[in-house]
């Protein structure tokens, strides 16, 4: 499994980016897929959470109302729709997948067994 993420960027806050996660083969429609993010000093937070099989959707509470994620399944991509950036938001962004056989509990707290490199956002 390959995950690749893109779309991070400096904006100002209020602002809006939209992260891409390109991943290999059919695992955006198969498994449970996330987002994560971590900043120096910080643990690594989950962001959201999709589960592939539901379409059901997890977020922490940090981020509800402001961030949405997505997928496109003909393009086997994950998306990251974040609005009204706060300073607070500033961290490298990752996304990850859970294996297809455990995807059934998808949640920004499980544990997730595929990680992308990372995209950095930062709000000033």
């Known amino acids: 499994v390959q995950l690749v993420e893109s779309g991070g960027g400096s904006v100002q806050a209020g602002e809006s980016l939209r992260l891409a996660c390109a991943a290999s083969g059919d695992v955006v429609s198969n498994y449970c897929m996330g987002w994560f993010r971590q900043s120096p000093g910080k643990g690594r937070e989950g962001v959201a959470a999709l589960y592939a099989g539901s379409g059901s959707t997890s977020y922490a509470d940090s981020v509800k109302g402001r961030f949405t994620i997505s997928r496109d399944n003909a393009k086997n991509t994950l998306y990251l729709q974040m609005n009204s950036l706060e300073q607070e938001d500033t961290a490298m962004y990752y996304c990850?997948?859970?294996?297809?056989?455990?995807?059934?509990?998808?949640?920004?707290?499980?544990?997730?067994?595929?990680w992308g490199q990372g995209t950095q956002v930062t709000v000033s």
């Open positions: 990850a997948a859970r294996a297809s056989w455990r995807a059934a509990y998808c949640s920004v707290t499980a544990d997730f067994d595929y």
